[in-house]
């Protein structure tokens, strides 16, 4: 690993309204990680925008949280990281800052994986496409909205990693690459921002029930695994204030155990 890893108290719970006033972009915010942090945000009091490819498989989040009590309307934030071109980004942020006039935190929780394959036999294409989703558009989204975070007086941007013994192995493939990228994004970002207020963190989930894994670990009872809340909690903590300690750091979800190595 490039970042030092740090690690979030047993007992750790999120202050109520601990991201109160906070404007925080979720990409990948239809399934999985990005739900799950969409709905811990809204909970902890931010006003959530919801990214994804399409308005209508975000809409059902849209309502989850609207049914809420006492939260900030959400706001339906489509896009297709796939097929975006550098100016659609930046068109992205200016949209973010027409509608909301602001933003304070931006989670990649977005991911494409279409399962174990070994080099020799993936296409072009594939690696391709999923490099830029899991590498090229967290830098180019990123990118886009640095202007809105770094006029705040605290903001953070979270980087979704996956475990680093796996992503070197055989038939990880594109993914695997990508997310070895995605650290050394987080590292350089970290090292070109250490002085501002923009705070940039990585996070490395323990395994997670998501689409994802059930692509990968096709023959795996889902109910062995846990939901994506417990790292939809240290989202919200890695958001907050309270982590400018963790500035720069891998935030390690996984068992002490199973982090070893």
Same mark, same amino acid.
């Not at 294409?125 to 975070?149: G, K, N, R, Y």
């Not at 013994?165 to 997310?179: E, I, L, Q, T």
């Given at each position: 690993m490039s970042l030092p890893v740090t690690r979030l108290a047993v007992d750790w719970t999120p202050a109520a309204a601990s991201l109160a006033g906070r404007v925080i972009l979720i990409t990948g915010a239809a399934g999985g990680l990005g739900r799950a942090s969409a709905l811990a945000c809204a909970k902890a009091g931010a006003t959530v925008l919801l990214a994804d490819r399409k308005a209508r498989s975000l809409e059902p989040v849209y309502d989850e949280i609207a049914a809420l009590p006492d939260v900030a309307p959400p706001v339906l934030q489509p896009m297709d990281l796939q097929g975006a071109t550098p100016l659609e980004y930046q068109g992205f942020a200016e949209s973010i800052e027409r509608q909301l006039g602001r933003l304070d935190g931006v989670v990649h929780a977005a991911a494409k994986?279409?399962?174990?394959?070994?080099?020799?036999?993936?296409?072009?294409?594939?690696?391709?496409?999923?490099?830029?989703?899991?590498?090229?558009?967290?830098?180019?989204?990123?990118?886009?909205?640095?202007?809105?975070?770094?006029? &705040?007086?605290?903001?953070?941007?979270?980087?979704?990693?996956?475990?680093? &013994?796996?992503?070197?192995?055989?038939?990880?493939?594109?993914?695997?690459?990508?997310?070895?990228?995605?650290?050394?994004?987080?590292?350089?970002?970290?090292?070109?921002?250490?002085?501002?207020?923009?705070?940039?963190?990585a996070l490395l989930p323990a395994p997670m029930r998501t689409a994802l894994r059930r692509t990968v670990w096709a023959g795996e009872d889902p109910s062995t695994v846990a939901t994506p809340d417990a790292a939809a909690q240290a989202v919200i903590y890695l958001l907050s204030p309270e982590a400018k300690a963790a500035r720069g750091k891998l935030l390690d979800l996984r068992e002490p155990e199973s982090a070893k190595g």
């Open positions: 994986c279409e399962g174990l394959t070994p080099l020799a036999m993936l296409s072009p294409e594939e690696w391709i496409s999923t490099l830029h989703v899991d590498l090229s558009a967290p830098f180019l989204l990123t990118q886009a909205c640095m202007p809105l975070l770094l006029a &705040r007086e605290d903001s953070a941007v979270v980087f979704v990693l996956d475990d680093p &013994r796996r992503m070197g192995s055989a038939h990880w493939g594109a993914y695997g690459v990508a997310k070895a990228g995605l650290e050394s994004l987080a590292s350089i970002l970290h090292d070109e921002t250490d002085d501002t207020s923009l705070r940039v963190h």
